[in-house]
């Protein structure tokens, strides 16, 4: 697996022109439609995908310098700036998305310069209550703002692209990825499908448990 933000770029790279090229597509009122995730719009989702490219820009700050930089100040804050972002003209949410993906690569190519402790100095994702400990190496963010790309634009609830589309090495990295989080699971079926799963995004026809049983909820990660 790859261990440098560098590595990843390429991989992200692709994913973040496939998502572009999807927002590309999309009107006014497509933006205004519901997404995957319930109480959200495409505006939304989209949204929060720049957003948290932001985030992850002051996460990388804060590995350069030793500075505590939350990615958020607070989920308040958060879910403030996606819901002000939401309702804009499409051209508007892409031309959004695009600059703040281009901020957030510039960041982690600044992040590969830095040295091994800027690398392996502990971040904290998201918004967590104060005295959280840092607990995620700088040198894995990149592949994180890849798991935001993918399963978001899986969230946007286009006809253009769903879990099929997924790359399969996005697939088995990321089921990788959970199953160290929260341990293997007894359920099988199409990798994509139960990726989907796992994500809490619903259940596919093919995945069951092994012994053919219905799967119920994913666990939390």
């Given at each position: ?5 560098l590595a990843d770029?390429?991989?992200l790279?692709?994913?973040?022109n496939?998502?572009v090229?999807?927002l ?28 948290n ?8 700050t804060w590995?350069?310098?030793?500075v505590?930089t939350?990615?958020y100040e ?5 879910e403030?700036d ?9 051209a508007?949410?892409?031309a959004?998305?695009v600059?703040?993906a ?9 992040l590969?310069?830095?040295?091994a402790?800027?690398l392996?100095?502990?971040v904290v994702?998201g918004a ?17 703002r890849?798991q ?16 099929q589309?997924w790359?399969?090495e996005?697939v088995?990295?990321?089921l990788l990825f959970l199953?160290?989080r ?9 990798p994509a499908?139960?990726l989907?799963w796992r994500?809490g995004?619903?259940?596919g ?15 939390a990660w």
């Open positions: 697996m790859p261990t440098t933000p770029l390429p991989t790279d692709a994913a973040t496939r998502l090229r999807s590309e597509a999309l009107s006014d009122a497509d933006i205004a439609r519901p997404s995957l995730l319930p109480g959200w719009t495409v505006g939304h989702v989209a949204t929060h995908v720049a957003r490219a932001d985030g992850l820009v002051r996460l990388v590995a350069r310098t030793g505590v939350p990615m607070s989920m308040a804050a958060r403030a996606i819901e002000a972002g939401a309702g804009r003209p499409a508007e949410v892409l959004d998305v600059d703040s281009a901020r957030v690569r510039a960041a982690f190519v600044e590969a310069g830095s040295g402790s800027a392996e100095r502990l994702f967590p209550p104060p005295g959280t400990a840092p607990d995620t190496p700088a040198r894995t963010i990149p592949f994180r890849l935001e790309v993918e399963v978001h634009h899986v969230d946007l609830g286009l006809d253009s692209y769903g879990p589309d790359p399969a996005f088995e990295r990321q199953h160290g929260t341990g293997a699971v007894d359920v099988v079926g199409d499908e139960v989907f994500m995004r619903g259940t026809p093919s995945v069951t448990r092994m012994d053919g049983s219905a799967v119920g909820a994913a666990p």
